[in-house]
């Protein structure tokens, strides 16, 4: 973990951040440090996260045109992907714009996974910068939870954030009208809507689980600041729309 693109770019600058916010914060209390550094991360990403997330409020507004043209032009697929390109640069969305922040999501949690799993408790010197020291003593323990053990509890509360999370940001799906037959692909929607509801939450809480309660409190302060951010996004759509 001590060369590469991938240490220089997000290891090192996240564990580097980390051990300098264990330093400065009261008690030296690792628990602490990762909230405000989820926080850190979370803030610089969200320009980019901001984007998705009213791309994604668009989309769920513009639901019901699209459904007319899927019923308009049902037997002209070109046609109706068009006209549904066409509605969405009508509306200035981008139906790709949630892809890029996943993708660079990715490689900053293997490099949080790596900080909580690896870097803790014991930390190394050799990877800090030469303006950031190694506390003289720090705490583990947060709320009464150890962190460098697995919780129960954070477990939990990563995987009840996780469920809300997807909540506001993927709301169900319209049941299907009596007597009408669900396509193929409305099949896999909502099988696909299903799953991320209530099988996401149930990873997270394994995930969360088996590896320590660090990395639990990360995704449950993570989702949490994903939770505002839905709710401040909706709540500004309603303003505008009044």
Same mark, same amino acid.
């Given at each position: 973990?001590?060369?590469?693109?991938? @240490?220089?770019?997000?290891? /090192?600058?996240?564990?580097?951040?980390? %051990?300098?916010?264990?330093?400065?914060?009261?008690?030296?209390?690792?628990?602490?440090?990762?909230?405000?550094?989820?926080?850190?991360? #979370?803030?610089? *990403?969200?320009?980019?996260?901001?984007?998705?997330?009213?791309?994604?409020?668009?989309?769920?507004?513009?639901?019901?045109?699209?459904?007319?043209?899927?019923?308009?032009?049902?037997?002209?697929?070109?046609?109706?992907?068009?006209?549904?390109?066409?509605?969405?640069?009508?509306?200035?969305?981008?139906?790709?714009?949630?892809? +890029?922040?996943? *993708?660079?999501?990715?490689?900053?949690?293997?490099?949080?996974? $790596? %900080? $909580?799993?690896?870097?803790?408790?014991?930390?190394? @010197?050799?990877?800090?910068?030469? +303006?950031?020291?190694?506390?003289?003593?720090?705490?583990?323990?947060?709320?009464?939870?150890?962190? !460098?053990?697995? !919780?129960?509890?954070? @477990?939990?509360?990563?995987?009840?954030? /996780?469920?809300?999370?997807?909540? *506001?940001?993927?709301?169900?799906? =319209?049941?299907?009208?009596?007597? @009408?037959?669900?396509?193929?692909?409305?099949?896999?929607?909502?099988?696909?809507?299903? /799953?991320? #509801?209530?099988?996401?939450?149930?990873? %997270?809480?394994?995930?969360?689980?088996?590896?320590?309660?660090?990395?639990?409190?990360?995704?449950?302060?993570?989702?949490? $600041?994903? %939770?505002?951010?839905?709710?401040?996004?909706?709540?500004? =759509?309603?303003?505008?729309? #009044?």
């Amino acid at each position: 973990m001590e060369t590469g693109l991938f @240490a220089t770019v997000f290891y /090192q600058p996240i564990y580097n951040a980390l %051990v300098f916010l264990i330093s400065a914060v009261p008690g030296a209390n690792v628990g602490i440090a990762i909230i405000l550094l989820t926080i850190l991360v #979370r803030l610089l *990403l969200l320009p980019l996260s901001h984007k998705s997330v009213v791309s994604q409020a668009k989309m769920r507004e513009i639901a019901p045109h699209i459904e007319k043209l899927k019923e308009k032009h049902k037997d002209d697929k070109q046609e109706q992907a068009r006209r549904t390109m066409e509605l969405y640069r009508e509306y200035g969305i981008n139906p790709f714009s949630g892809c +890029f922040l996943v *993708l660079l999501q990715l490689p900053i949690i293997f490099a949080l996974y $790596f %900080v $909580f799993f690896k870097g803790l408790p014991n930390l190394n @010197a050799d990877h800090l910068y030469s +303006f950031v020291h190694l506390p003289e003593a720090m705490s583990m323990v947060f709320l009464g939870i150890v962190l !460098s053990k697995k !919780s129960l509890i954070l @477990a939990f509360l990563a995987a009840v954030t /996780q469920y809300y999370q997807i909540k *506001l940001s993927i709301p169900s799906l =319209a049941p299907v009208a009596k007597g @009408a037959t669900p396509s193929f692909k409305d099949e896999f929607a909502r099988s696909f809507n299903t /799953q991320m #509801r209530y099988m996401l939450p149930l990873i %997270v809480f394994g995930i969360s689980y088996s590896i320590s309660a660090a990395i639990a409190l990360y995704w449950a302060t993570s989702n949490l $600041f994903s %939770v505002g951010h839905e709710l401040y996004v909706k709540r500004k =759509a309603k303003e505008v729309t #009044r």
